[in-house]
């Protein structure tokens, strides 16, 4: 590239200086990190809202701090646009809501390059498989809020780096206007009469509900969680038969007609069949008889978030009954539900509106998730292309 | 930006008195600056990160070729063959498309059809993109409008192949053909086709003989720019065939940014260095032909 001149090291040299000045100089935090609380702590190593002295002491220094960064978070998902406003009419707090449609790689991407910039995510909510990896990385920020005892044991990191908020299972949409009958099991879909139909919203090896759409698919077909391959032979099976429609299903498709089955987050799904309704679209949501899997995405805070107050207060607020009860009115199934069931704080109204479901959800493990992981990123394009 | 360079500072009258010129290279420096800044690190970033292996546990980095390796096996080199193999068959067919296209453009002497086709050109050829995919959903999807209309379905039509994609391909590479070898065209003098003519040549003997061995360097060039277009492009085959034609941009999307594969960053990069030698090779080929160029068109 550059003729070798003894002069260019000094030039090419000086250039690196330059460049790395320049890259260096933009967005420093401002120093919120200092907010002191009750005993001296910080608002950063605070561990729970007593470090601050109590909810009150952690409003004022959210307050103090003013704005809240989140990133990835769509308002159309499970009704986070609700929780935004709530959250914002509530506190008095700015949110800044950037790159909506991100995934959970961006976040950690956005975590790990931007380290000290006020630019940098306050919270994150993470595929789990990432809240472990950030976790195990040192990303994240223990913090237990007031309802952390009433999470369920295997939904949560005991040193509270991270824990489930929301989740949903895969269902399987249809518009009952296109379609003559629709499929209510994985078996269903592949009668012929579905030909060129049949959607994923996504990618399995990029989209966490089209990983979801197969693993359930694995157990409709004789697989387990330890077990994923028959869910590609399934898709396998249904491309083959011309059922299977690569095309990513999204709410345009979905009006369009292009994806008339689509198989997704029973959240996703159920709160498309609301948006369409006033388009005159009967767009009905089914959970699979013979494949239900269940997935819940985790919440975390940034260790180095430059709003640490705003942070932990913003994840008091999810996880209290009003945070729970909004996702619930998204159609999210929030960690708190069975207990919150229990004490009576439960929106009967939106718990009676979700797709119905037979027995308490499980999870594979992180080591049979990685597996599985791995068997569709080396097998799926196989089994769909061509 | 201001560097610290050595003889910028030299006032005029000192160089006048030792009769010399600042040196040539000095026109360059922003250039260089601008290509260091903007090409330069990305290009050492990859290159660093392709042969790094972070450890998960110990955040400790090591260098080893492994991800190169990975990179080049199983679905991912199938992937980069297809990417490979679409992009050639949609620049080839491209070009063969453009070209007589933009002849009959320049040779039909119509000031307005030139400015027109050359207008649209410029703005089909950008046209890309989830939007782009989403039109020819819309239109020639399982349900568009025109599958429907004319039946196609019966007929055995699936936009999602392979060939669906190198069709809404060619939607942006014919307009960007026509625009590269517009100019190469309008070379072409009149005077050589009457002096082939006058000594009893064909058309055809002429095109043969004279106009394309003149044209081949621009043609081979529209040929590179177009294979790298088709190559480089994302967005409208993630929208419109997912994994259903494995194609290494996908791949490197889904293992740079998801929700699914977690520490494939790396992995991200070797694809990616494995695309820019892929380039690399293209561009080898290229040069060399294009050096016996110019000299025709620019007499």
């Not at chain 2, 020819?136 to 192949?161: I, R």
């Not at chain 2, 939607?171 to 070379?187: E, H, K, N, R, S």
């Not at chain 2, 998801?258 to 960053?265: A, S, T, Y």
Request: net charge neutral.
């Amino acid at each position: 590239m550059i003729v070798s001149l003894p002069r260019n090291a000094v030039l090419g040299g000086s250039l690196a200086v330059v460049a790395a000045l320049a890259l260096s100089a933009c967005g420093a935090a401002p120093d919120n990190a200092s907010t002191k609380t009750k005993d001296g702590k910080t608002a950063a190593t605070a561990t729970s809202a007593a470090d601050f002295g109590g909810m009150d002491a952690l409003v004022k220094a959210a307050k103090k701090e003013g704005t809240l960064h989140i990133i990835a978070v769509p308002r159309d998902w499970a009704n986070y646009g609700a929780l935004i406003d709530g959250f914002q009419k509530k506190y008095g707090i700015k949110i800044e809501d950037e790159s909506p449609d991100g995934t959970s790689q961006d976040e950690i991407n956005a975590v790990t390059t931007r380290k000290g910039q006020d630019r940098a995510p306050d919270v994150l909510d993470l595929g789990s498989s990432f809240a472990l990896s950030a976790a195990q990385q040192g990303l994240l920020a223990p913090y237990k809020v007031a309802s952390y005892t009433e999470i369920p044991e295997a939904q949560k990191d005991p040193q509270a780096r991270w824990y489930n908020d929301y989740g949903g299972y895969i269902s399987i949409g249809c518009d009952d206007k296109r379609v003559k009958e629709c499929p209510t099991s994985f078996k269903d879909l592949l009668k012929p009469e579905y030909k060129g139909q049949v959607a994923l919203n996504g990618n399995p090896t990029k989209s966490g509900s089209a990983f979801g759409g197969v693993y359930a698919a694995a157990l409709a077909n004789g697989g387990s969680f330890d077990n994923i391959q028959p869910g590609l032979d399934f898709f396998a099976k249904l491309k083959k038969s011309g059922n299977y429609t690569p095309v990513e299903s999204t709410p345009a498709t979905v009006e369009k007609g292009e994806t008339p089955i689509s198989i997704d987050w029973d959240y996703l799904n159920a709160g498309y069949a609301k948006e369409f309704k006033s388009k005159g679209l009967d767009w009905k949501v089914v959970i699979p008889s013979d494949g239900q899997y269940a997935q819940y995405y985790s919440q975390a805070i940034n260790k180095d978030a430059s709003h640490p107050a705003a942070a932990r207060l913003w994840q008091e607020y999810l996880y209290s009954t009003e945070g729970q009860n909004l996702w619930l009115q998204g159609y999210a199934r929030p960690a708190l539900m069975a207990t919150m069931d229990k004490a009576g704080t439960l929106d009967k109204t939106a718990a009676a509106q979700l797709p119905k479901v037979t027995g308490t959800p499980s999870f594979p493990t992180e080591d049979q998730q990685s597996k599985a992981k791995t068997v569709i990123a080396q097998g799926w394009g196989k089994a769909v292309s061509g | 930006m201001t560097t610290a360079l050595p003889r910028t500072d030299v006032a005029p009258v000192a160089s006048a008195k030792r009769r010399r010129r600042a040196p040539g290279w000095l026109a360059v420096v922003p250039l260089l600056v601008f290509v260091t800044i903007a090409f330069g690190l990305p290009a050492v970033a990859i290159v660093n990160g392709a042969f790094s292996v972070d450890d998960a546990t110990t955040g400790a980095t090591h260098y080893t070729g492994a991800n190169l390796t990975a990179s080049l096996q199983g679905p991912y080199l199938t992937a980069l063959l297809g990417s490979v193999k679409l992009s050639a068959i949609s620049a080839a067919l491209g070009a063969l498309l453009g070209l007589p296209l933009a002849q009959a453009v320049v040779s039909s002497r119509s000031r307005w059809l030139r400015e027109a086709v050359l207008t649209a050109s410029g703005v089909l050829a950008n046209f890309g993109g989830v939007p782009l995919a989403f039109a020819f959903v819309a239109t020639l999807g399982n349900a568009g409008v025109l599958t429907v209309h004319l039946g196609l379905k019966d007929s055995g039509w699936d936009l999602y192949s392979f060939w669906g994609l190198v069709l809404v391909y060619l939607y942006f590479l014919i307009p960007l053909m026509v625009l590269t070898i517009t100019p190469a065209l309008d070379g072409l003098r009149a005077q050589w086709r009457e002096a082939a003519l006058n000594n009893g040549a064909t058309g055809v003997q002429y095109w043969r003989h004279v106009a394309l061995p003149v044209l081949a360097p621009s043609l081979l060039g529209g040929l590179v720019l177009l294979f790298g277009s088709a190559f480089a492009a994302y967005a409208t085959a993630a929208a419109m065939v997912g994994s259903a034609v494995p194609l290494v941009t996908l791949q490197i999307a889904d293992a740079l940014s998801g929700n699914v594969l977690v520490g494939q960053e790396n992995v991200a990069l070797a694809l990616s260095l494995d695309m820019v030698l892929v380039a690399g090779l293209v561009m080898a080929v290229y040069l060399p032909l294009q050096r016996r160029s110019a000299r025709w068109l620019d007499a």
